[in-house]
């Protein structure tokens, strides 16, 4: 008889910063992409500055930080509550299909119950296989995505290919 992990989803903290920077680099990896040092470290100070609209969420294993959420809060003029904005979402290759995934994209579902946000989305690519499991949640939209990435005074813009389609 199998028997289901035990898996607990809570807030980024500062002590998770090695496993953090470990999964975002694998999230990069898997899109075959990289950013500058200096947005890696930005990100990271902004999800854990209460003052930024960032939210970092993990998925602990047996003590083990195996799959996180990066999301922005933002205002919509659709809408008067707020909307959560799912940016990136990765579990480690060797904890995938325990349900890491699924538990962390209900632990939005389930805070925006509890904070009143009005909206959870998110985008990813046309053949994404984890697509699979958003189609558990809700269908795709037919809205199409544009983006023009502009160059950055600071140095800390996209890559020169740009990012990939999330
Ligand atoms: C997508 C991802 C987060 C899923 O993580 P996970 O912990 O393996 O997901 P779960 O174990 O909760 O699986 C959920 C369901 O979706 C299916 N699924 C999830 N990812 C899948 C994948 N890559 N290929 C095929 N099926 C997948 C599983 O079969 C499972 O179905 P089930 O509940 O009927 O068994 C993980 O594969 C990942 O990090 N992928 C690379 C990064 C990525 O694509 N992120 C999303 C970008 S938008």
Same mark, same amino acid.
């Given at each position: 008889?199998?028997?289901?992990?035990?898996?607990?989803?809570?807030?980024?903290?500062?002590?998770?910063?090695?496993?953090?920077?470990?999964?975002?680099?694998? $999230?990069?990896?898997? $899109?075959?992409?990289?950013? =500058?040092?200096?947005?890696?470290?930005?990100?990271? *100070?902004?999800?854990?500055?209460?003052?930024?609209?960032?939210?970092?969420?993990?998925?602990?294993? @047996?003590?083990?930080?195996?799959?996180?959420?990066?999301?922005?809060?933002?205002?919509?003029?659709?809408?008067?509550?707020?909307?959560? $904005?799912?940016? @990136?979402?990765?579990?480690?290759?060797?904890? #995938?299909?325990?349900?890491?995934?699924?538990?962390?994209?209900?632990?939005?579902?389930?805070?925006?119950?509890?904070?009143?946000?009005?909206?959870?989305?998110?985008?990813?690519?046309?053949?994404?296989?984890? *697509?699979?499991?958003?189609?558990?949640?809700?269908?795709?939209?037919?809205?199409?995505? $544009?983006? #023009?990435?502009? =160059?950055?005074?600071?140095?800390?813009? =996209?890559?020169?290919?740009?990012?990939?389609?999330?």
């Amino acid at each position: 008889m199998s028997e289901t992990p035990t898996i607990t989803i809570r807030d980024l903290v500062a002590a998770d910063e090695q496993d953090w920077r470990r999964l975002w680099a694998g $999230y990069l990896d898997f $899109y075959e992409s990289a950013v =500058p040092a200096a947005v890696t470290d930005s990100t990271w *100070r902004r999800l854990l500055d209460p003052h930024q609209p960032l939210l970092g969420r993990v998925a602990e294993h @047996d003590g083990a930080v195996i799959g996180i959420t990066n999301s922005v809060l933002h205002h919509s003029t659709w809408l008067t509550g707020q909307v959560c $904005y799912l940016e @990136d979402l990765f579990v480690d290759p060797v904890h #995938r299909g325990l349900g890491a995934g699924r538990l962390l994209v209900q632990d939005l579902f389930d805070l925006a119950a509890a904070r009143g946000w009005a909206r959870v989305h998110w985008l990813t690519a046309q053949d994404n296989p984890a *697509r699979r499991l958003y189609d558990t949640f809700v269908p795709a939209d037919h809205f199409v995505h $544009y983006e #023009r990435d502009l =160059p950055s005074a600071d140095g800390t813009g =996209p890559t020169p290919a740009g990012l990939p389609p999330r």
